[in-house]
């Protein structure tokens, strides 16, 4: 171990049931245990725990999370307990993405559909280049991690190294930049783009968005500066920098013709296999296909679809697994039969990520299969995959997984199971009681009273006719309650359209409201929950997405409706998990609707009693009295905005300083120049202006 790599936060302190986990998993590394599990109960620090463990092993970190929103809340997290680490953000980089595709049944041939989000293509780039320059890495990854991502040893070999005095021609430099993908232009700089000012070159590199100007002067590098491309002000005076690919793909021109002629041969081959079998369609298809992507390629050096003959371009051997992110990790570049790869993973709620892991091949394999048959794609096209989950397993080494409710698989695999169920606040969790949903419900509501873990009994007793509300206007009712004491609330569906019918309804009401569910954007999803927790809406209304790690200590109140509708969205980790989400709140409450009890809910209801009692016991032992968790409200959206954002921002804030606060009457300020500005022609400053206005509405409709 390392124990200087990583620099921990001193702004906290382990405690609770923290230290004896910390101790705990830190001995199993120093075992060799491959496999551990943190069986942490909500809100009780697991990601600082594991933070510590990170922090004493000393090596580089992969934490796996099972959506782009959870992943996002982690880095961020992780940046505040390491504000001198590379902490790092890598995700699929598709606001949307419709895979290619072929429906024999209907005949249909969908074509390849995608958004790239230029922001977090930036965001990998700077996960690669940090885990290619630095030891203290963590990287906080969705399951996109095991997706093909190109050979790391092409991409660190074409890098790019400028340094003062180093001998360089301008022409050179040029040549060098374009070889590596970049853009030239003559307008404003974007990543991944340079431009040339008679003896000084600009440059953005796709992982920033500050610019580089390299001064050349007989035939040297005389100077390097890093400067704001926005109001043009210096920033630093550079020693040396290094300047990445734009692409993670590359491919030498010399292994470009040998993988051009490989292509050719498959062709042929499979040519003739689809003639000897009669399919004459299949084999014009395929044909028409190659030649003109071959043609692509030889050109532009590119062509649609690309990525399906990245084994030939790549020099691998039919079969062979694909390079990802796993590859780039400097541990895992050594082979496999050395030891294996020597950096932590962590899978974060690893009762949901695994399976996404371990189903991703086959889903992928299936599709491929059916482009292949029927000449859409070349064979060598199924190369071009996410890792099987038995390859995943021997290219990462110790693995810890955390989660409140670890799976069978975490519990058969793991070599030991920590605990942890006290939280450090002295919250508990929350409180849980069923409420009939109709009229004629045999449940009216649990006892309150001593907490154990028996089972609640059930109370047959019928609402007088007519007088019973039902599980939407009873939840209003509590909400409302909730939101008198400062509190936030929320109601978890099981479709999406009754997610957005419900949100809809309480609208009416005079609740402010917002839905979530998987059909909204990565940026929009983060945007809401940080939107939720600063009080812009009263009550979030979500399907599965309000499961698994939200940390929103804000909510008071949960409604779960329907409750006793038993399947995936209601099953004993599913109910876990949701009641979980009320355990950061001193207040916290749970109401489960439903006509009758299930096994889940028996079981739910069983488990989050006796994690109950053991913290009551341990404060009453110990004289604490829970405090709600108060955090501050951040998110990575912050990051993903342009550096013009960030600027307007700076120059707004001393604005309004000026104003004394007043937004409205600097908004109506803005407004008048803007239209001056439109009158003189001044376009350039009436867009800067209108930007500005933007900003500052956001701004007012928040406060």
């Known amino acids: 171990m390392n124990d200087n790599v990583f620099k921990l936060s001193n702004k906290f302190k382990p405690a609770g049931d923290q230290p004896q986990a910390i101790a705990e998993l830190l001995q199993g590394l120093k075992k060799?245990?491959?496999?551990?599990?943190?069986?942490?109960?909500?809100a009780t620090g697991k990601t600082f725990t594991i933070a510590n463990v990170i922090a004493a092993w000393g090596k580089p970190a992969l934490v796996i999370a099972h959506?782009?929103?959870?992943?996002?809340?982690?880095?961020?997290?992780?940046?505040?307990?390491?504000?001198?680490?590379?902490?790092?953000?890598?995700?699929?980089?598709?606001?949307?993405?419709?895979?290619?595709?072929?429906?024999?049944?209907?005949?249909?041939?969908?074509?390849?559909?995608?958004?790239?989000?230029?922001?977090?293509?930036?965001?990998?780039?700077?996960?690669?280049?940090?885990l290619l320059s630095r030891r203290d890495v963590?990287?906080?990854?969705?399951?996109?991690?095991?997706?093909?991502?190109?050979?790391?040893?092409?991409?660190?070999?074409?890098?790019?190294?400028l340094e003062l005095g180093q001998k360089m021609e301008r022409?050179?430099?040029?040549?060098?930049?374009?070889?590596?993908?970049?853009?030239?232009?003559?307008?404003?700089?974007?990543?991944?783009?340079?431009?040339?000012?008679?003896?000084?070159?600009?440059?953005?590199?796709?992982?920033?968005?500050?610019?580089?100007?390299?001064?050349?002067?007989?035939?040297?590098?005389?100077?390097?500066?890093?400067?704001?491309?926005?109001?043009?002000?210096?920033?630093?005076?550079?020693?040396?920098?290094f300047i990445f690919p734009t692409k993670h793909f590359i491919t030498?021109?010399?292994?470009?013709?040998?993988?051009?002629?490989?292509?050719?041969?498959?062709?042929?081959?499979?040519?003739?296999?689809?003639?000897?079998e009669g399919k004459l369609l299949e084999a014009e298809r395929i044909k028409r296909r190659t030649n003109y992507d071959l043609a692509m390629i030889k050109e532009i050096g590119y062509c649609n679809g690309i990525e399906n003959y990245s084994r030939h371009l790549s020099g691998k051997k039919e079969g062979e697994p694909p390079e990802t992110l796993l590859s780039y990790f400097p541990s895992a570049r050594r082979s496999l039969g050395e030891g294996g790869p020597d950096f932590l993973t962590i899978i974060d709620e690893s009762h949901v990520t695994l399976q996404q892991l371990a189903g991703m091949y086959a889903g992928d394999a299936s599709r491929k299969n059916t482009l292949v048959?029927?000449?859409?794609?070349?064979?060598?096209?199924?190369?071009?995959?996410?890792?099987?989950?038995?390859?995943?397993?021997?290219?990462?080494?110790?693995?810890?997984?955390?989660?409140?409710?670890?799976?069978?698989?975490?519990?058969?695999?793991?070599?030991q199971t920590v605990e942890q169920i006290i939280r450090p606040t002295g919250l508990v969790d929350p409180e849980v009681v069923v409420r009939g949903v109709s009229a004629n419900s045999p449940l009216e509501e649990y006892p309150k009273g001593e907490v154990d873990s028996s089972t609640p009994s059930r109370k047959r007793s019928t609402p007088q006719e007519g007088n019973y509300p039902g599980q939407i206007q009873d939840f209003i009712t509590e909400a409302e309650k909730t939101i008198t004491k400062g509190f936030r609330a929320m109601a978890t569906t099981l479709t999406k359209k009754m997610?957005?019918?419900?949100?809809?309804?309480?609208?009416?009401?005079?609740?402010?409201?917002?839905?979530?569910?998987?059909?909204?954007?990565?940026?929009?999803?983060?945007?809401?929950?940080?939107?939720?927790?600063?009080?812009?809406?009263?009550?979030?209304?979500?399907?599965?997405?309000?499961?698994?790690?939200?940390?929103?200590?804000?909510?008071?109140?949960?409604?779960?409706?329907?409750?006793?509708?038993?399947?995936?969205l209601r099953s004993e980790t599913s109910l876990i998990q949701i009641i979980g989400r009320a355990a950061r709140n001193a207040e916290g409450k749970v109401i489960l609707y439903a006509d009758h009890i299930t096994g889940s809910?028996?079981?739910?209801?069983?488990?989050?009693?006796?994690?109950?009692?053991?913290?009551?016991?341990?404060?009453?032992?110990?004289?604490?009295?829970?405090?709600?968790?108060?955090?501050?409200?951040?998110?990575?959206?912050?990051?993903?905005?342009?550096?013009?954002?960030?600027?307007?921002?700076?120059?707004?804030?001393?604005?309004?300083?000026?104003?004394?606060?007043?937004?409205?009457?600097?908004?109506?300020?803005?407004?008048?120049?803007?239209?001056?500005?439109?009158?003189?022609?001044?376009?350039?400053?009436?867009?800067?202006?209108?930007?500005?206005?933007?900003?500052?509405?956001?701004?007012?409709?928040?406060?």
């Open 138 to 161: 963590i990287i906080v990854a969705s399951v996109s991690c095991i997706y093909g991502l190109g050979s790391p040893e092409e991409y660190e070999k074409v890098n790019l190294k």
């Open 32 to 42: 060799g245990m491959k496999k551990q599990t943190l069986l942490g109960a909500t």
């Open 499 to 568: 997610a957005e019918d419900l949100a809809a309804y309480l609208k009416e009401k005079g609740i402010k409201t917002e839905y979530l569910h998987s059909d909204i954007k990565t940026i929009e999803r983060i945007k809401i929950l940080t939107e939720f927790r600063r009080g812009a809406f009263d009550v979030l209304v979500g399907v599965n997405l309000l499961r698994e790690g939200l940390d929103l200590p804000e909510v008071a109140l949960i409604g779960i409706l329907d409750a006793d509708k038993e399947g995936f």
């Open 171 to 241: 022409t050179t430099l040029l040549k060098r930049l374009i070889e590596i993908h970049f853009e030239r232009t003559n307008a404003d700089l974007n990543s991944g783009q340079f431009r040339a000012l008679g003896s000084r070159v600009e440059i953005m590199p796709v992982s920033e968005t500050m610019m580089y100007q390299v001064a050349l002067a007989a035939g040297k590098i005389s100077k390097i500066t890093k400067v704001d491309p926005v109001s043009s002000k210096i920033l630093k005076e550079e020693q040396s920098i």
């Open 601 to 703: 809910m028996e079981r739910a209801i069983a488990e989050t009693n006796r994690r109950r009692s053991i913290q009551l016991a341990h404060n009453k032992k110990h004289g604490i009295t829970p405090k709600t968790i108060m955090k501050n409200i951040k998110d990575i959206t912050e990051e993903l905005e342009s550096e013009h954002e960030k600027v307007l921002k700076r120059e707004l804030s001393l604005d309004l300083e000026i104003f004394g606060a007043d937004i409205k009457k600097l908004i109506k300020t803005k407004e008048k120049e803007m239209s001056k500005a439109v009158k003189e022609l001044d376009f350039e400053s009436a867009a800067i202006l209108r930007d500005e206005i933007k900003i500052l509405e956001e701004k007012s409709s928040r406060s």
């Open 373 to 415: 048959e029927y000449g859409f794609r070349l064979p060598s096209a199924k190369d071009n995959r996410p890792l099987k989950y038995s390859e995943f397993e021997e290219r990462i080494g110790p693995v810890i997984y955390t989660s409140a409710t670890p799976a069978e698989t975490e519990r058969k695999t793991s070599e």
């Open 67 to 130: 959506n782009k929103t959870l992943a996002a809340q982690l880095a961020q997290e992780f940046r505040e307990f390491f504000p001198s680490a590379a902490v790092h953000y890598f995700v699929s980089y598709y606001d949307y993405y419709q895979p290619e595709a072929y429906m024999p049944i209907t005949d249909t041939y969908i074509e390849k559909d995608a958004q790239i989000n230029k922001e977090i293509d930036r965001l990998r780039h700077a996960t690669t280049q940090a």
């Open 252 to 276: 030498e021109e010399g292994r470009l013709k040998i993988a051009l002629s490989n292509i050719k041969k498959e062709l042929q081959a499979q040519l003739k296999k689809f003639e000897k």
